[in-house]
C-alpha cells in the first residue's frame, strides 16, 4: 500500500533555532517528493520537489534532502522565524498515474519566541 | 494562490441538503482536482480532470460529483450532503509535465 509517515506530528521551537522534519514513504512506483508549506487557513504552498536522482534541494532556509534507497526524505529549516510556524506536508507522486500524489498528514510547527 | 479562487470559502449547511463549491482558475492549466483534508490525516482526492471530457474518480468519491464546466471551471457537488462531509475542501490544478500542483484556499464545509 502506498504510503507516506511523517514525524514528528508537532513540534515546538524557540525562534531562530533549527529543526528536521522526517518523512518515509512506501511509494512505488517513485516519481519525485514534494514539501509543502500550509499555513493555517490557506492551501497547502510548494516548497521544494526532487525527483530520484536528486538528494538534496534548497530554497531559501529550507532544505530538503533525499535517499532514494532508504525511501526516506528530511525538511530542514534553518534559523527559524515565527512565520515558519505552519503544517509541513510530505508528499509523493506515483510514477505513471496521471500525477497522483499520496500525502503524509503533516508535521505542525510552531516557532516561540 | 490568488490564481485558484474557491467560493465559497465558508458553508454551513444541514443534513440532506444540496451543496456546490466551486473552483476558478486562470493559470491556464488543464488538470484539475478536488482533495478533502480531514485533522490528523493526509490530504484525499476526490475527483480529478485533465481536460474538459475527462473526469475520473479519485480514492473516495462516494457521495460526491463534479462539472467542468469549461479548461478555467471546475465544480464539486455534495448531492445530499451528510455530517461526516465536513471537512476542508481544496480545488489545485497543474500543468501537463510539471511536477507541482497549486492549491486554492480552502472551503470550509461543516454539515449538521
Known amino acids: 500500500k502506498n504510503q507516506v509517515e511523517q514525524s514528528p506530528q508537532s513540534l515546538i521551537i524557540l525562534e531562530g533555532k533549527n529543526c528536521t522534519l522526517q518523512?518515509?514513504?512506501?511509494?512505488?512506483?517513485?516519481?519525485?517528493l514534494r514539501w509543502y508549506k500550509q499555513d493555517t487557513g490557506r492551501g497547502p504552498v510548494s516548497l521544494t520537489i526532487?525527483?530520484?536522482?536528486?538528494n538534496t534541494k534548497s530554497n531559501g532556509r529550507y532544505t530538503a534532502t533525499l535517499d532514494a534507497d532508504t525511501k526516506q526524505s528530511s525538511l530542514h529549516i534553518t534559523a527559524s522565524q515565527l512565520s515558519d510556524s505552519a503544517s509541513y506536508i510530505c508528499?509523493?507522486?506515483?510514477?505513471?498515474?496521471?500525477?497522483?500524489?499520496?500525502f503524509g498528514q503533516g508535521t505542525e510547527l510552531s516557532v516561540k519566541p | 494562490d490568488a490564481d485558484v479562487t474557491q467560493t465559497p470559502r465558508n458553508r454551513i449547511t444541514k443534513t440532506g441538503k444540496r451543496i456546490m463549491l466551486e473552483c476558478s482558475q486562470t493559470?491556464?492549466?488543464?488538470?484539475m482536482y478536488w482533495y478533502r483534508q480531514d485533522p490528523g490525516l493526509g490530504l484525499r482526492l476526490i475527483y480529478y480532470?485533465?481536460?474538459?471530457?475527462?473526469?475520473n474518480k479519485g480514492e473516495i468519491s462516494d457521495g460526491y460529483s463534479v462539472s467542468r464546466q469549461a479548461q478555467a471551471k471546475f465544480s464539486l457537488s455534495l448531492e445530499s450532503a451528510i455530517p461526516n462531509q465536513t471537512a476542508l475542501y481544496f480545488c489545485?490544478?497543474?500543468?501537463?509535465?510539471?511536477?507541482?500542483?497549486?492549491f486554492g484556499p480552502g472551503t470550509r464545509l461543516t454539515v449538521l
Open positions: 489545485a490544478t497543474s500543468d501537463p509535465g510539471y511536477y507541482e500542483q497549486f
Open positions: 518523512c518515509n514513504y512506501t511509494v512505488s512506483p517513485f516519481s519525485n
Open positions: 526532487m525527483t530520484f536522482s536528486e
Open positions: 508528499v509523493v507522486s506515483v510514477y505513471n498515474q496521471g500525477g497522483k500524489l499520496i
Open positions: 493559470k491556464g492549466h488543464d488538470r
Open positions: 480532470s485533465f481536460d474538459v471530457k475527462d473526469i
